[in-house]
């Protein structure tokens, strides 16, 4: 099977959302049905063509609680993004 990409359009962005931790510092497992939010921040893994989009591939963002689009692809799980969602970039 060969490998899909996504190409966001004007000021969107596709990014791939983090994974949590699935342990607690004490070593207890923490099932994924314990956990109803998604993480909030994520990998920027391809951007629209739009001048007005701040961010470069591959920067660590946070965004958003609500924001984007859940898409699944590859078995992975990435968000599409509108610029003004994402709030900051982990530097």
């Keep these: 099977m060969e490998k ?3 190409r966001p359009l004007g000021e ?3 990014v791939k959302l983090a994974k949590e931790d699935t342990k607690t ?3 207890l497992v923490i099932p994924e049905t314990a956990s109803t939010d998604r993480p ?3 990998q920027v893994v391809a951007v629209g063509d739009s ?3 701040k ?3 591959n920067q660590t963002v946070i965004f958003a609680k609500y924001s984007g689009s859940e898409i699944l ?3 992975e799980e990435y968000l599409i993004l509108k610029n003004e969602d ?3 970039v982990i530097e």
């Design 4 to 6: 899909k990409t996504v």
């Design 12 to 14: 969107n962005i596709l």
């Design 25 to 27: 510092k004490s070593g």
């Design 40 to 42: 909030q921040q994520g």
């Design 51 to 53: 001048e007005k989009i």
């Design 55 to 57: 961010v470069k591939k």
């Design 73 to 75: 692809l590859d078995k």
């Design 86 to 88: 994402v709030l900051a």
